[in-house]
């Protein structure tokens, strides 16, 4: 079934439609919010609240717009607010950073290329890290969840020549952060 | 093409989002120019290395943690109590500020009134110093005091 039936039968009152659509994004909104908020207990907080204002939003919803791309508007806001509240918290405690990386299932043909890759997506990890927030959220649309830039300008409301600049941008940081953080090491 | 242009055209350019004519102009340059070519190249190693980051799957319970919590709401009826909360907010900004304005005032009317002024000047007169040597400056400045007294 399609978003839009799920949406119909939701506004006609059945509940479970929307449990539905819950199954269908979970899985894209918590990456998301784990990329923006690293720290998982408020990524799944986050992901959590996105899902409950997209619920007491849903009977007002109209498809101008697909409903991803309102959920995603929704996840990315959200994030952005629970960084502002609760970042006292994530200087008290440590982030999981090193859970991101034990978590990725290897496919390297052999250990050396595996630990190789490990430590590119670690040096990636926290050149992400660094990026403004502004970046941070064009770049983990674009490149991890493969949203096209009208698609993206649509979820920030921005214009997509905002949206070229920013990954274009970003992209150039990154490189700039990766670089600077190897040399560290 | 210049570099300056083929530069900001790459990022556009992986993302296959840049139109037939710019993407000709753009690789008529890159074969061209190993700078652009190698910028190129490592916007390619660095989308390669995001394609292998991971994907997280949510939590096991956490659909059930939603549904939890949609179906625990109250209610939702229009209410005017956030904009009765918003206006309070400014009034009593407004009030602190009125007040503050007004206590300073009156405090300085307490501190500094009027026929204190002339204990104040007196004060800071020349007068109070040793005596002034006639063909001093500070004599100068008494005699042209005095004057217009």
């Excluded at chain 2, 980051?53 to 939702?76: D, G, L, T, Y």
């Excluded at chain 2, 026929?115 to 400056?137: C, M, R, W, Y």
């Excluded at chain 2, 500070?138 to 042209?144: D, K, S, T, V, W």
Aim: glycine share 4%.
């Amino acid at each position: 079934m399609d978003d839009i039936s799920f949406i119909e039968n939701f506004k006609k009152g059945d509940t479970s439609a929307f449990g539905s659509l819950v199954e269908k994004y979970q899985d894209r909104i918590y990456t998301l919010c784990r990329y923006m908020l690293e720290n998982q207990d408020d990524a799944n907080d986050a992901a959590q609240d996105t899902f409950v204002k997209a619920f007491q939003g849903l009977k007002a919803f109209t498809p101008t717009s697909s409903f991803y791309t309102w959920l995603y508007r929704i996840a990315v806001n959200t994030c952005l607010d629970h960084k502002r509240k609760f970042s006292f918290r994530s200087l008290l405690f440590s982030t999981d950073n090193e859970t991101h990386i034990d978590s990725f299932p290897s496919q390297a043909p052999s250990p050396e290329s595996a630990y190789a890759t490990k430590q590119s997506m670690q040096v990636l990890q926290a050149a992400l890290k660094r990026l403004s927030e502004k970046y941070r959220v064009v770049i983990v649309l674009n490149e991890l969840e493969g949203l096209s830039y009208e698609e993206i300008a649509e979820i920030l409301d921005v214009s997509v020549g905002t949206v070229k600049s920013r990954i274009s941008r970003a992209r150039a940081e990154l490189h700039k952060n990766m670089k600077k953080i190897t040399e560290q090491k | 093409m210049r570099c300056s242009r083929a530069v900001k055209y790459l990022s556009s350019y992986i993302d296959s989002e840049l139109g037939a004519k710019e993407v000709a102009l753009l690789e008529s340059h890159l074969a061209q120019c190993d700078r652009c070519e190698r910028e190129l190249e490592q916007m390619r190693q660095l989308q390669g290395l995001f394609r292998q980051a991971p994907k997280f799957s949510a939590p096991p319970v956490f659909r059930a943690k939603v549904m939890e919590r949609v179906n625990n709401q109250p209610a939702r009826g229009f209410s005017l109590f956030p904009v009765f909360i918003r206006f309070a907010e400014a009034g009593v900004f407004v009030l602190a500020i009125t007040a503050g304005i007004m206590s300073g005032g009156m405090l300085i009317n307490a501190f500094a009134p009027h026929h204190k002024g002339d204990q104040v000047i007196a004060s800071l007169s020349l007068e109070t110093f040793d005596a002034l040597p006639p063909d001093s400056l500070g004599r100068a400045y008494l005699a042209m005091t005095e004057v217009r007294r």
